[in-house]
């Protein structure tokens, strides 16, 4: 059971709309259950498929680099690759790894806009956009103690702006700023049971678009996530998060005002582990629902994990 748990940490600790252009640094969701369990030393890669579909009504507005938008629809499919290394040396009783995430994918986004920045625009221009390629590199740091049945976390992410900008367009890859997101977290896992509980909460701090002198505000987010398993292979649960934006959002790029946003979702999990030779691989499905949204765009998202040891 143990050595599952392990494959189970690598997937769950990869890691997006609010903020400038609905979208944040943070993607609601993408940590649950097992977090907080030590990594597997040494090197591993977790890998995921992300898919979106979110919508917002006509009266919704939001500003896309040197446009404003009325409503929108847009579609994302990524696959986040995370490669970590896991001191086997203990630091102060815990256990340091470190991790760089980055994504290729497709995104679609299609919306009324107007053809300047002014306060009072005339949304009559319908446009379409799609993007392929790479996203930002974000660097990640964590720390976890463990202790029995208790699990602990603390980490540190960074948004460095690499992936593809451009002002006059919908879709991008990159979110154009730098951000920083700091947080902890725990897992209590009853290996009697076989059950456990996880939660995730950090907050996420903005620097100001250099591009469109847009600053977006800070943020708290929280994930939710349990699990059972029903067999010494397969596991079902549930998952959800909460996200809110506690900081106005600011700059003269900020034509919207504070525009502060919040969502959360909730929905199923479940994984298997299928023999591969001496090694196991690691097949996890979870899928959420949004609701409560403002200033965001909502709709539904899954992810499809697979971890492959290296």
């Given at each position: ?11 769950l ?8 252009g ?11 259950s097992?977090v ?15 898919y979106?579909?979110?919508?917002a009504?006509?009266?919704?507005n939001?500003r ?10 847009s ?6 690759f ?6 086997p040396?203990k630091?102060s ?8 995430r980055?994504a290729?994918g ?5 919306a009324?806009t107007?053809l ?8 009559s ?28 976390l603390l ?5 460095l ?20 997101d ?16 996880s939660?995730v909460?950090g ?9 469109t002198?847009?600053?977006s ?15 010494d ?9 909460f ?16 525009f ?6 909730i929905?199923?999990q ?7 030779g ?8 979870k899928g959420y ?5 403002s ?14 040891p290296l």
């Open positions: 059971m143990k050595n599952l748990l392990w494959f189970l940490t690598l997937f600790s990869l890691s997006v709309w609010a903020d400038e609905g979208v944040s640094f943070w993607v609601p969701g993408q940590v649950g097992f907080a369990l030590s990594d597997p030393e040494g090197w591993s890669l977790p890998m995921s498929y992300y979106a579909n979110v919508t009504s006509d009266s919704q939001f896309y680099g040197s446009r404003l938008t009325a409503g929108m629809e579609t994302s499919g990524f696959f986040y995370q490669p970590t290394y896991a001191y040396q630091i009783n815990g256990q340091l790894a470190l991790g760089l980055f290729y497709t995104k679609m986004v299609s009324r107007d300047t920045t002014a306060q009072t625009p005339a949304f221009n319908f446009r379409e956009d799609q993007i392929t390629g790479m996203s930002d590199l974000s660097p990640i740091v964590s720390m976890k103690w463990n202790e029995d049945s208790k699990n602990s980490y540190f992410r960074a948004n702006p690499t992936g593809e900008y451009k002002t006059d367009r919908l879709a991008n890859m990159g979110l154009g700023r730098v951000a920083f700091l947080g902890g977290g725990a897992t209590y896992f009853d290996e009697k049971k076989e059950r456990e509980y939660w909460f907050m996420t701090y903005n620097f100001e678009n250099p591009n002198d847009y600053q505000g800070i943020s708290a987010h929280l994930d939710l996530a349990s699990a059972q398993f029903v067999s292979r397969n596991f079902l649960g549930l998952v959800a998060y996200y809110e934006q506690i900081g106005s959002d600011t700059g003269p790029g900020a034509l919207l005002g504070d502060k946003s919040q969502v959360a979702g929905g199923p479940a994984g298997t582990f299928i023999p591969a001496k090694k196991k691989l690691l097949v996890h499905f629902y949004e609701f409560a949204a200033n965001r765009p909502a709709g539904w998202n899954t992810w499809l994990n697979v971890v492959i």
